[in-house]
Structure formats: structure tokens, C-alpha cells
């Protein structure tokens, strides 16, 4: 277990500098003479984080797949430079909550949020608010209604609930403000979600050779 922790702190510590490389990327005006400096520095890079990989349906060592917990999720994962990244925290009540201010790497229109990144921050937390209730599942279903543009570089909070639950089916719902107007609604959310048969889920997640319960029906 504390090799895990010291790795996931190696991992971290590279994803908030490729984060950083992101940005400058997604920014930069240098000249073509840099440019082309840095991309052989950065095929230099790839090259040599390429030496051991795992395959791409293994799970890495930093995970905690039982839980849910990817530490290479593209939404909260410190180790992934293009995850905002969101941090997020849940109760067992079937709410959650995710803090996130986003940059130049997602940007959609000029100066404003990507609309597919805010349906995938609301995506999050629906799922987030499900799996702490104690409800496996997978997103049935995402509706999403964007109520303002979402600014580029303005702290923002995603907030979520359950709703009703029948069987395997789990409703919840999200919200997203800015978190120096939190009576404005930037976007909102209802999500269904989907809890995989035991037999089913052994199948959906046989390639990664493990078994997963996060996303399968609880009691």
C-alpha cells in the first residue's frame, strides 16, 4: 500500500507538469525555430515514458478499481495532463460536489468553456452522487441544459443529488455555478444510470482482467 501512495505522488507530481505543458502548448506564440525545439523534446519525452507501459485495457497500479477511483480519469485524475482537474467529494447520502476552474485547453468558443466539457463535469458528479448512495452504474442517459456561457479561468463548482431509485435505475441531478454567484445556474443536468448484472459487468470489464463491483447492482 505505500508504494502505491509514493507512486501516485510520482504520478501526480508529472500530471501537474504536463498539465502545465498543456497550457503552454495550447498558448504559446514562440517562433518556428522553438516550436520545432520543442516537439523533439517532447517526442523525446513520449519516447522515454514509452520504455514500460501497460496495455490499454490494464488498469494501472495507482488505481483503486473497486472503488471507482481512476487515478488517469480524464475529468479529476491527477495523473492525466488533460483532466482539468476536478476535485471532487461525496457523502453517503447521494450528494456530491466538484471544484474546477478551467483553462485554454478547454476552451470551445473564444473565452468560454467547451460545452462537451461542462456535460462532462455534470456527467461526473451525477456519478459521483449514485456510487456514494451505494448505487452501481453506468450513464443510461445525460440530459443537459445550458442555462449561461461558462467562462475560461472563473472557479466553478458542480453540485449533484440523487433522485429516485427502481431496480437497477438511479436518477439523479447536477448543477453547475460560478463560485462567486452561486445563485446563477450555468448549466444543469439529469442523468440515468444504469446498474450492470454481476454477469453482465464480468463481461463489460473482462478485458481488463479484474473484477470491478463499482458499477454493478448493489443491495
Not at 481512476?70 to 480524464?74: D, F, G, K, L, N
Not at 447520502?93 to 471544484?99: L, Q, S
Given at each position: 500500500m505505500?508504494?502505491?501512495e509514493?507512486?501516485?505522488e510520482a504520478v501526480g507530481e508529472l500530471g501537474a507538469a504536463l498539465r502545465d505543458l498543456v497550457d503552454a502548448a495550447v498558448?504559446?506564440?514562440v517562433s518556428l525555430d522553438e516550436l520545432a525545439a520543442a516537439t523533439a523534446g517532447a517526442r523525446q519525452l513520449a519516447a522515454s515514458l514509452r520504455a514500460e507501459t501497460r496495455g490499454l485495457h490494464?488498469?494501472?497500479t495507482v488505481d483503486d478499481p473497486s472503488t471507482g477511483e481512476?487515478?488517469?480519469?480524464?475529468v479529476y485524475g491527477p495523473g492525466n495532463p488533460v483532466a482539468p482537474p476536478m476535485e471532487a467529494s461525496s457523502t453517503p447520502?447521494?450528494?456530491?460536489?466538484?471544484?474546477v476552474t478551467l483553462g485554454k485547453a478547454h476552451e470551445g468558443p473564444p473565452g468560454l468553456v467547451h460545452g462537451g466539457v461542462v456535460a462532462t463535469l455534470l456527467d461526473h458528479v451525477l456519478a459521483r452522487a449514485v456510487r456514494a448512495a451505494g448505487r452501481g452504474g453506468l450513464t443510461a442517459t445525460l440530459t443537459v441544459t445550458y442555462r449561461?456561457?461558462?467562462q475560461l479561468g472563473v472557479p466553478l463548482v458542480a453540485t449533484a443529488e440523487i433522485g429516485t431509485t427502481d431496480g437497477r435505475r438511479t436518477t439523479a441531478t447536477a448543477r453547475i455555478v460560478a463560485e462567486d454567484d452561486p445563485g446563477s445556474t450555468l448549466a444543469e443536468a439529469e442523468g440515468l444510470f444504469v446498474a450492470l448484472r454481476?454477469?453482465?459487468a464480468a463481461d463489460v470489464f473482462a478485458p481488463t482482467g479484474r473484477d470491478v463491483d463499482a458499477w454493478t447492482t448493489r443491495t
Open positions: 505505500r508504494e502505491r509514493v507512486r501516485r498558448r504559446t506564440e490494464d488498469i494501472a481512476r487515478w488517469y480519469s480524464p447520502d447521494g450528494r456530491a460536489t466538484g471544484r449561461r456561457p461558462v454481476p454477469e453482465r
